[in-house]
């Protein structure tokens, strides 16, 4: 071998060695970009936990240096659109790559598609739990209204893939309004108000409708709510490519593309209670002197273009992410409205969690059967306020619609309450993922003394009684 291919030899090895350790090396001077890619990144581990080894250290480390290492950004964006340019695919798995420069969420696939549709006694469950909470609010003489923000794909499905062909017309949100309309629930219907309307107003890169949506949903729903506001169809306002669409930065972390957004021109008067980091935080709450009434909102990401302009037309606001739902906070905080916002796509999470409320007690007696076939079960939990009950029910015994009541006997007291028809902590696959129930007892309702619990279902215009399960002293 001539010294010439050995020094070929060695540049080539070189160079491999150079590019091999270029990632690791480069993180003691590369500056992290923020993350745009809306997910969990991997910690630095330490070796050892409460004086114990960390066995896992190899791999944690081995985890960290995958989501840190050097240009990892820069790497990941240049991949993405020669994958997205050639191929016409995209890299990331929870982003769908559509035309003109459409990017879509995958998490919505399904309902785009018409699968995975929830059972029909999942479905009468989500619109009885919100019925529930309505009915809450409105025995305090406070306003509810309910409303469900579109899908992207479910409102612009022309900029969708070719390839994905839909198996139905009907889907969570199509099943559910039908519902909510048939039980007279107040509900903004957004689907149609968006379907209507010619003009695109979600972000091409992001998967949330844009600043001009979000006037346009508050419109809907103060108009709903009866409540004077300002329609801004009289302000002016520009358009500015000023956005960063989430969906873009999943997809290229390290681009610097924009959406359009419509600014307006106007000097908003509310304040922030205390300091916030984003309009994505749990909790916000804000005043504006210049207003009136308070409001309560539960909301998600939809919410944060939401905020500012809820925030403008109300004297106080509480805007919080929380779950389970915090419905008592309509009371603590003195609202006088409550306005529920959820998005199509987690639908399905309405039921996973009871809603944190009293539950109001039921004017209502009612002579069962007794079923003592060891099916119904009962968990008791205690805290200051309130009593939790909740479990599984034996789907023989149960209609589709429910209702299901929990009554606390005590000599002569009788306390009958109707729970949320959720399993709370069952797993999807379980068939009493359909059958559960849960609900929160305040004890201000409760006499001193010792009740004995039963569970009261209905099937068939028949009610059967699981007989007294739980004892609880109070």
């Known amino acids: 071998m001539g010294k010439k291919s050995i020094k070929m030899y060695i540049a080539y090895g070189v160079i491999f060695f150079v590019v091999c350790i270029f990632p690791f090396a480069g993180m003691l001077f590369y500056q992290e970009q923020p993350d745009k890619e809306k997910r969990i990144l991997a910690v630095f581990p330490q070796l050892s936990n409460e004086e114990k080894l960390n066995i896992n250290y190899a791999a944690e480390l081995g985890d960290y240096f995958l989501d840190h290492f050097a240009f990892r950004a820069e790497m990941v964006t240049v991949n993405a659109a020669l994958q997205r340019t050639v191929f016409g695919i995209s890299t990331e798995d929870t982003v769908i790559g559509g035309s003109d420069g459409w990017l879509y969420y995958k998490d919505s696939l399904d309902d785009y598609l018409g699968r995975n549709v929830m059972s029909e006694e999942r479905l009468n469950h989500t619109v009885r739990t919100i019925g529930l909470i309505q009915e809450y609010v409105e025995a305090y003489d406070k306003q509810f209204v309910f409303t469900i923000a579109p899908n992207k794909c479910s409102l612009y499905a022309e900029y969708m893939p070719y390839y994905y062909k839909k198996i139905s017309e009907d889907n969570n949100l199509t099943l559910i309004t039908e519902k909510l309309n048939e039980k007279n629930i107040p509900y903004v219907d957004l689907q149609e108000a968006f379907t209507n309307d010619e003009e695109i107003l979600y972000h091409r890169r992001d998967s949330h409708w844009n600043n001009k949506g979000a006037v346009k949903v508050l419109n809907l729903l103060l108009d709903q709510l009866g409540k004077e506001h ?111 916002e959820v998005v199509e796509r987690h639908l399905g999470l309405l039921t996973q969690s009871i809603p944190l409320m009293g539950a109001l007690e039921k004017d209502i007696e009612i002579e069962a059967s007794f079923v003592d076939d060891g099916c119904q079960t009962m968990t008791l939990e205690d805290d200051e306020e309130f009593v939790k009950v909740y479990g599984t029910l034996d789907p023989y015994y149960v209609d589709g619609e429910m209702p299901v009541y929990v009554r606390l006997v005590s000599g002569e007291t009788v306390h009958t309450y109707e729970a949320f028809p959720i399993a709370e902590g069952s797993e999807k696959e379980d068939i009493l993922f359909d059958y559960g129930y849960g609900l929160y007892i305040d004890k201000e309702d409760l006499e001193n003394g010792s009740y004995e619990i039963e569970v009261l279902t209905q099937a068939e215009n028949e009610w059967y009684t699981s007989g007294f399960l739980k004892i609880y002293e109070y």
């Open 230 to 340: 300002d329609t801004y169809e009289e302000a002016s306002s520009q358009i500015e490519n000023v956005f960063e669409g989430d969906l873009y930065g999943m997809l290229y972390p390290a681009g610097n593309e924009k959406d359009d957004n419509v600014i307006y021109d106007k000097e908003f008067t509310y304040k922030y209670t205390a300091s916030i980091n984003t309009t994505n935080d749990i909790k916000i709450q804000t005043v504006n002197t210049t207003k009136q009434g308070k409001v309560v909102m539960f909301r998600d990401s939809f919410g944060d273009s939401l905020l500012p302009f809820a925030a403008e037309e109300y004297g106080e606001g509480f805007f919080t992410r929380e779950v389970p739902y915090p419905v008592k906070a309509i009371n603590e905080y003195d609202a006088d409205t409550l306005i529920f």
